[in-house]
Each structure stands twice: as structure tokens, then as C-alpha cells.
């Protein structure tokens, strides 16, 4: 049987060690879809209900395996779709490998239909690479490339193989590498460290600091035991970037948390009194988190000298990876003897979980948001694979949600869309089989693309090992974080025809899709509806009828922003009574007796 373009692509797919691939068909890649037909499902063409689902899904395997994700979409309005998704892993630095078709070579510029100029469009969101393949001989080397570039420069790559090509039969390269495709799938690489000179400066910041804090990253996650030491060492608190959520355990008395507008009150006060600052594998945009200016030397370590030195004046920057310059660093940072620095810092963080305890057990109508990630803190596996969408929901994530060694966590971090969440947890699905996966999402996301995809879970939850995929709805009819934005930032009430959602059973929809369905209306059921989420032999959807008045206060919120929501309140806004109401009983766990800062 002849071979095609489109069987040697999946050929050199399988070579790379792709098991899936996340996608939507379409005319455009039909000689693609007859491959896989033809060559056994191998890799598996995994169906999502939407192309932007199927790339979101890429980026999910990407993050909890370390792997390529791949995506593939016909031309026209299927590659156009993929572009949400796509920025999201350019964004978060993540490797996916977008395939796409393309209008026939014979109909390119004559407005046929779905013809869109697709190298135009994936110029910026694939900048690093993004190639047109329009004769065989071209394919493997432009797959390879793909490939290489997706990993070395953690970024999305597009290739674009036109209709008609994808149908033909492959020839190989014919020229200087005598018909070798490439050379074969794998990449041996470094972990570089800085040289020692700058080491030393490094240390000798670190050395004369008395009050060190240190802000962890993404790229951090392979640094753990490094930045524990480190942190030993110096008597410094961690600080976490969202995506580093799960860099280091929450049970470490000297992990402050999350930083940020959804960060803790230990964290900010940390970098509001250190002398002395260390970023390790973050690039944390949010400068008004950070120590003010000229008030902390600082020294930063990232593998990608492009993002060194961007959000605070770094007096000592190290290009390289994190684990292996920290090792090389550590022989030379002096123990601090004075612990006063972080045996406050314990005592911040110490008294701030308390604070979230009390402040989950707030009775609320119906049921305090904060409580459903309290209560799954302490049920969580020690295995478990957590995804977090944007929205009101995120803030309880990033505080409430306590880490221990072993869990993963994600969410989309820098380009903040609605939607990741369950399509993530089916990339993690993929990635780790044998590992449960919770989603965090609201009822806007749900609404805007979650439903659709817990088709794709029941679809395709007989390939989990560990069929448990527990996807927890914050109901509360209401798009919650624009509305507290509008509050808190512009001082606006609540516009109800922009704002309010209409109201659908999540958990009776699972239910008729062959899923667990399970409906929370008090609180007192919460503990329970865990449970049997946990312990079901099948995905599940935790509906919690949830409180939207509960407010997502920073912990260091400004004046401002509390008189911009009084402002709203006294112009009307519809829930101004219980909003004021249970702003005041949440914030009062903070000064409540015992309290004392």
C-alpha cells in the first residue's frame, strides 16, 4: 500500500512518542483523518466538542506531563479556533504543536472557500516557528523542527499541510542527507549554571540579607528540595506565583502562599518588609507585590535570560536552570543564626490559616465558596492533578486550596482566559491515566464551554485507569470576578443583563450524559458530596449552589477599592444589603480576638 504524506506524519508522530492527539476534523484534514483510519488510531485522534477545547486540552497534557501536546484542525475556521488556546500556552511558555490544513495547493489565492491566510495569522502566537509544508520532501525536517523548537523554546508551533498534499504519496528528502528524513526524535538537554564569579555576588547579596523572601515559579517545580534548602539556609519565607501553586507543599510553616491581587496577607507583608529578594523561575508581572523600589537587593534565576531583570531592578542575574544553580549556590550561603525574621513569617502564616478557617466557616446563602475548596483541602488526594479557570473561583483556589507534596496544580496564569479548566483536566487525564483530576470552575465557564466538554469525558473515560475526573461547579448564576471588578475598580453596581446567568442543573446534565451528577444546596452536605465524588467509579460533576456575595477581598485591599464598592452599593446595585453584610462578616475573621497582627 502506498504511503501517504498524511501516514508518514503520523508515522513520525509515533517516532516522536505522541499517544494522542487533541482534535476536531474537518474537510481540510480529511487526508489526515483517513491516516489515522488506516493506521489503527495510532496516535489516538481524541475528539474534543470544540477546536479551542482540543487545543486547551494540549496545553493541559503539556503542563502535567512535561511533553509535547499536540493539536490538529482543519483550515479556515478550525485553525482559527485553536487560537485561544494556543496563546495560552504562549503565554505560559508551554510546548504544543499545532497541525492544521490548509485550502489545495491548486485553489491557494482564488477566495476559495475557508481560505484563510494562515501563516499571517499564526505569525505572532507561533513566532518562533510556523512553516507551510507544500511538497513532501519538505515534511520531515519541517515536523522535526516543530518539534525541537516547541521544546527548546517552550512555545507553540504551527504546521500548515495544504488538503490536497496530505493525500499524496510521500517521497523522502532528496538532497545532501541522502534521503534521511531527519535526524531521529530526542534531545539531550543541559542544565546550565551561571559561572561562579556571579555565584559568588549572588551569595554575598543573599549572605548580607536579614530579611529574605523568596518568590517562586513555574520554573521552580523541578527545584523543590533546592529552594527548601535555600530557604533553611537563609531563614527566608516562600512566596508562590500562581503557577507555581505547587512548587512547594503548603504544609512548610514558612510558605507564605500565593502573591498577588489573589494572594495572602503573609505574602504581601513578607515583600513589603524583606530587605532582600530572590525570584527563582518566575516572571511575576505584578510589580506593586513586589518590595518597593531601592528597598531589597535582589537576585534572579531563570533558565530564559529573555525574562530576567523585567518587574524588579535584580542586582545579581543568573541565567540558568533553577535546581542546578541553586545546587552550586548553596556552599555558599551562610546559615542565618537570628531566626526572628522567619520565625514571624511562621506566625503570620500560621495565624492567616487560621484566619481562612474561620473565614470558610461563614454561614452564606447558600453556601460559602470559600468552604468548597476548604473542604476539599482536606479530602484531596496526595496524587492528585487540580486545574483552576478563571474567574471568582481562582480566588479561592489560590488561597484556600492547600498544596501538600505530590499534588499538581495548573491554571491559565498569564493570559488568564475563561474555559482551561475542563479541558485541562482531560489533557491531565491523558498525561497521567492513573491519577484523579479535579477541575475548579465556575458556572460562567461551565456555561461557556464546560458542558460541552463533559461529553468528551464520558466519551472517553474507559481509557482511565483511575476513572475519577471530578469537575466542581461554583453555581452562583453570576459572571462573579467582572462583577466585583466593576465594583471594586470603577465603583459600578451590578449591570444585571450583563452580569447574571441563567440557571442550569450541571450535575442533572452529567447525570444524563452517564456521569456522576451530584447537587449541593447546604452546606452541611458538602463534606459528603467529596466524598462521593472521591470514591465514585466514574467522572463526576459537583454542582454547589454557591454564595456570590461572598467577597473576594485582597488582603491588603486598598482604600480606594473600598470606597469604589460602597460607591456601588449606594448607586443601586441589586444585592447591596447582603453584599455589605457579608463582606463585613468575612472580614471580620481577620480581627476577631486572638487575631492580633
Avoid at 498 to 517: H, K, M, N, T
Amino acid at each position: 500500500m502506498t504511503e501517504t504524506v498524511g501516514d508518514y506524519l503520523l508515522s513520525r508522530l509515533r517516532d516522536w512518542g505522541v499517544e494522542q492527539v487533541f482534535a476536531y476534523p474537518g474537510d481540510g484534514i480529511n487526508g489526515l483523518v483517513a491516516s489515522f483510519g488506516k493506521a489503527d488510531n495510532q496516535p489516538r485522534f481524541v475528539q474534543a466538542r470544540h477546536e479551542e477545547m482540543a487545543a486547551f486540552s494540549a496545553v493541559g497534557y503539556a503542563k502535567f506531563s512535561g511533553a509535547v501536546g499536540v493539536c490538529m484542525a482543519t483550515s479556515g475556521p478550525g485553525a482559527i479556533h485553536l487560537l485561544n488556546g494556543l496563546y495560552d500556552a504562549k503565554l505560559d511558555h508551554v510546548p504544543v504543536v499545532a497541525i492544521v490544513g490548509q485550502t489545495a495547493r491548486t485553489a491557494m489565492g482564488g477566495s476559495y472557500q475557508q481560505e484563510v491566510e494562515l501563516q499571517t495569522l499564526y505569525r505572532d502566537v507561533a513566532n518562533e516557528y510556523c512553516i507551510e509544508v507544500n511538497v513532501a520532501e519538505q515534511l520531515p525536517n519541517a515536523l522535526d523542527r516543530a518539534f525541537r523548537v516547541a521544546q527548546a523554546s517552550r512555545t507553540p508551533t504551527a504546521l500548515i499541510i495544504p488538503a490536497d498534499l496530505q493525500e499524496e504519496e510521500y517521497e523522502p528528502p532528496r538532497h545532501a542527507f541522502k534521503q534521511m528524513p531527519s535526524s531521529p526524535p530526542g534531545t539531550a538537554w543541559p542544565n546550565p549554571v551561571p559561572p561562579e564569579p556571579a555565584l559568588g555576588e549572588a551569595a554575598d547579596v543573599l549572605n548580607a540579607g536579614e530579611k529574605v523572601a523568596i518568590l517562586v515559579g513555574q520554573g521552580a517545580r523541578g527545584a523543590a528540595e533546592e529552594v527548601r534548602e535555600v530557604a533553611d539556609r537563609t531563614g527566608a519565607g516562600v512566596a508562590k506565583a500562581l503557577l507555581g501553586k505547587d512548587v512547594l507543599a503548603d504544609d512548610l510553616p514558612y510558605v507564605t502562599g500565593a502573591i498577588g491581587l489573589l494572594g495572602t496577607r503573609p505574602s504581601y507583608e513578607m515583600m513589603r518588609d524583606c530587605d532582600t529578594l530572590l525570584i527563582v523561575g518566575s516572571n511575576f508581572p505584578y510589580s506593586q507585590f513586589l518590595p518597593e523600589y531601592g528597598q531589597a537587593r535582589a537576585v534572579q534565576i531563570d533558565l530564559d535570560g529573555r525574562f530576567i531583570g523585567m518587574r524588579y531592578p535584580t542586582e545579581v542575574n543568573l541565567v540558568g536552570d533553577a535546581a542546578a544553580t541553586l545546587r552550586a549556590l548553596l556552599p555558599k550561603l551562610h546559615r542565618t543564626e537570628n531566626r526572628s525574621w522567619r520565625e514571624k513569617i511562621e506566625k503570620n502564616v500560621a495565624d492567616w490559616w487560621e484566619t481562612m478557617d474561620q473565614q470558610a466557616a461563614v454561614d452564606a446563602k447558600p453556601v460559602n465558596p470559600m468552604r468548597i475548596v476548604h473542604e476539599l483541602s482536606r479530602q484531596i488526594p496526595g496524587n492528585a492533578m487540580v486545574t483552576a479557570d478563571s474567574g471568582s473561583s481562582t480566588n479561592w483556589y489560590a488561597r484556600n486550596l492547600r498544596i501538600r507534596d505530590g499534588i499538581r496544580a495548573t491554571l491559565s496564569g498569564t493570559l488568564a482566559t475563561m474555559g482551561p479548566g475542563v479541558p485541562y483536566a482531560i489533557g491531565a487525564k491523558f498525561a497521567h491515566p492513573d491519577r484523579p483530576a479535579i477541575a475548579l470552575v465556575g458556572d460562567g465557564a461551565m456555561q461557556m464551554n464546560g458542558l460541552a466538554e463533559l461529553i468528551t469525558i464520558a466519551r472517553y473515560q474507559g481509557l482511565w485507569t483511575d476513572p475519577r475526573c471530578i469537575v466542581c461547579v461554583f453555581h452562583n448564576n453570576d459572571l462573579n470576578q467582572v462583577t466585583w471588578e466593576l465594583r471594586a475598580m470603577g465603583g459600578a453596581p451590578k449591570f444585571e443583563e450583563s452580569q447574571s446567568l441563567p440557571d442550569v442543573d450541571y450535575a442533572g446534565f452529567a447525570r444524563s450524559i452517564g456521569l456522576e451528577g451530584i447537587n449541593v444546596e447546604e452546606p452541611g452536605d458538602l463534606r459528603s458530596a467529596w466524598q462521593s465524588a472521591f470514591a465514585a467509579d466514574r467522572p463526576a460533576v459537583l454542582d454547589v449552589r454557591c454564595d456570590a456575595e461572598v467577597p473576594p477581598i485582597p488582603p491588603h485591599a486598598t482604600f480606594e477599592q473600598m470606597k469604589s464598592v460602597t460607591e456601588s452599593v449606594l448607586k443601586g446595585d441589586p444585592e447591596a444589603f447582603h453584599l455589605m453584610f457579608q463582606g463585613a462578616k468575612t472580614k471580620l475573621q481577620e480581627f476577631l480576638p486572638g487575631r492580633s497582627r
